[in-house]
C-alpha cells in the first residue's frame, strides 16, 4: 500500500530502496549513480549524506560493516531507472540554474541539489497519510525490510548482510522481535480457528461426562 502509492512522489525509488533493501535515509541520501549498477542489479553503499554542525556533508558510513554491496530486486532497479529519467529531465528543466554538485547523486532537488534529510521525514509523514498507514519513522522502514525478510526464510545472518548492521547481536534484537512478532500473528489465527470450531463435544479428548481440568 505505501509503495503502490509511492510511484507518484519523487522520492519513489528512494522508498523502494528502504522498503526492500533496507538502505538508512543517509545511505539514500548519499547514493551515487557510480554506486549503482543496473545492469548487474547490484548497489553498493559507500558514503552517506548527513547534516553535521549545520552543513550537509558527505560522510563515510556509520560503520565498516556498513559498506557493503546488495542485490537490487527488479522493482528497485525499475524504480531506479525511473529516478534516473527524471533526474534528466530535471536538468533539461532547470538548464542553467541546475545546480548539481559533482557528486553524481542519485537522489537530488528539481534543481540538482542534495536533499535535506529531514525533508525526506516530512516527504515520508506525507506519504504515510496518502497511503492510509500509521505514522512511523522513517527508519523503521529498516524493521519492515527485516520483516519481510524474515517472512521469506531469511536468517538473521543474511539480514545482517543486508541491513550492514555493525554486529550480529545487533540483528538478533531486531530478529527476535520479529519473530516474537509472527508467533503473536500464529497465535492469533489459532485463537481464530478455536473460536469457530463450534467446540464439538465429539472433538473433546477428555473422558465422557467428567471435567478436564484447565
Given at each position: ?21 533496507g ?12 554506486d ?148 503473536r ?19 473433546d ?10
Amino acid at each position: 500500500m505505501l509503495l503502490a502509492a509511492a510511484r507518484e512522489n519523487r522520492l519513489w525509488a528512494a522508498y523502494e530502496l528502504a522498503v526492500r533493501i533496507g538502505l538508512r535515509r543517509g545511505e539514500l541520501l548519499g547514493l551515487r549513480w557510480s554506486d549503482v549498477d543496473l545492469h548487474e542489479g547490484v548497489l553498493t553503499v559507500r558514503q552517506a549524506l548527513q547534516r553535521v554542525g549545520g552543513e550537509l556533508l558527505i560522510v563515510a558510513p556509520k560503520t565498516q560493516r556498513s559498506a557493503r554491496r546488495v542485490a537490487l530486486p527488479a522493482e528497485c532497479v525499475t524504480a531506479l531507472r525511473a529516478q534516473r529519467a527524471q533526474q534528466i529531465a530535471d536538468k533539461k528543466a532547470a538548464d542553467s540554474n541546475w545546480k548539481g554538485t559533482g557528486h553524481g547523486l542519485v537522489f537530488t532537488t528539481k534543481n540538482g541539489t542534495p536533499i535535506e534529510p529531514r525533508n525526506l521525514n516530512r516527504s515520508f509523514e506525507v506519504l504515510c497519510v496518502r497511503a492510509g498507514v500509521r505514522k512511523v519513522r522513517f527508519h523503521d522502514l529498516r524493521h519492515t525490510c527485516a520483516s519481510l525478510l524474515h517472512e521469506q526464510g531469511a536468517d538473521a545472518r543474511m539480514i545482517m548482510e543486508v541491513l550492514g548492521h555493525s554486529s550480529i547481536r545487533v540483528t538478533m534484537d531486531i530478529y527476535t522481535f520479529v519473530r516474537l512478532d509472527s508467533q503473536r500473528s500464529a497465535f492469533d489465527r489459532v485463537g481464530d480457528a478455536l473460536r469457530g470450531d463450534g467446540n464439538d463435544p465429539d472433538d473433546d479428548d477428555g473422558a465422557a461426562g467428567v471435567p478436564v481440568a484447565v
